[in-house]
Structure formats: C-alpha cells, structure tokens
C-alpha cells in the first residue's frame, strides 16, 4: 500500500498465530498473536494473498506468482519477474480460445506496466475457477 504523500497514514493488520506474510520479499510468520502497524511505503501481502512457488500449478497460478514476485522482490530483481510475467500472460492468451480470458489476461498485463501490481493479481486470481474447471474437464475428441 502506498500512503497519501502528504500527509502521514497507518495501516493496522491484525494476525492470529501461524499467520504468514510478505513484508518487501521478507516471508514472515507469527507464533503468536499480534497486531502490527505500517506507517510507510510498503510492499506486503499476507493470508490468501500469498500463492506458494509449489501452489503455482495451473497457467493462472504461474502468472500470478510471476506478479506477486514481481510486486514484493527487491527493487533490482523487479524487471526479470515482469518479463517472465509478460512472457506466461502472452503465452497463456495465445492458448486460450476465451474471448473473456484474453481480455482479463490483457487488463492485468496493463495494470501491471502501470505499477499496479496488487490489481493485476486480483484481476488474474479472478481466473484460477477457470482453470480449475478448464484442466479438470475430460480432454475433447
């Protein structure tokens, strides 16, 4: 999240043990409860938002992690996520025959180049139940 630039905000998350988080590529984890507060410019995600390396096992999945990489490493690492991203997007919507697939793929790809890296993953999670279904469906003759 980025706080307004004029003027001082705060986050406050609340967590239950054996929560996770990524705070600027740190994975953290709590052992107990606790309530942490961001009062600057970060980059974090925590909870279902995280998609482990091992979880990334469908073409959705693969370009989401691309972007969540991409959204949390360091700064010098950013733009080899974001070609490998561009790269998984461009071959995911050359395969797909959905018109609504290829237009989800191409708004995400957008949110990204515009440093909107959050929304990008939000728009691409959108289409996990459509791989879910599309790779569990018998193959067609």
């Not at 980025?2 to 406050?12: H, I, M, Y």
């Not at 991203?85 to 708004?107: F, P």
């Not at 909107?116 to 996990?128: D, G, H, P, S, Y």
């Amino acid at each position: 999240m980025t706080p307004p630039s004029n003027r001082s905000s705060r986050l406050v998350l609340e967590f239950r043990a054996g929560d996770k988080m990524l705070v600027n590529g740190a994975a953290l984890q709590f052992q107990t409860r606790a309530s942490v507060v961001l009062s600057n410019r970060v980059r974090f995600l925590f909870g279902k938002q995280i998609l482990a390396p091992n979880d990334a096992n469908t073409p959705a999945r693969r370009l989401y992690f691309a972007i969540q990489a991409a959204y949390i490493c360091e700064d010098a690492e950013r733009p080899q996520f974001l070609e490998l991203a561009r790269g998984l997007a461009a071959d995911y919507a050359e395969a797909s025959t959905s018109a609504t697939v290829k237009r989800l793929i191409e708004r995400a790809i957008e949110e990204l180049e515009e440093g909107k890296c959050w929304e990008a993953m939000r728009r691409v999670r959108e289409l996990f139940p459509h791989d879910d279904a599309m790779l569990s469906a018998p193959p067609q003759e």
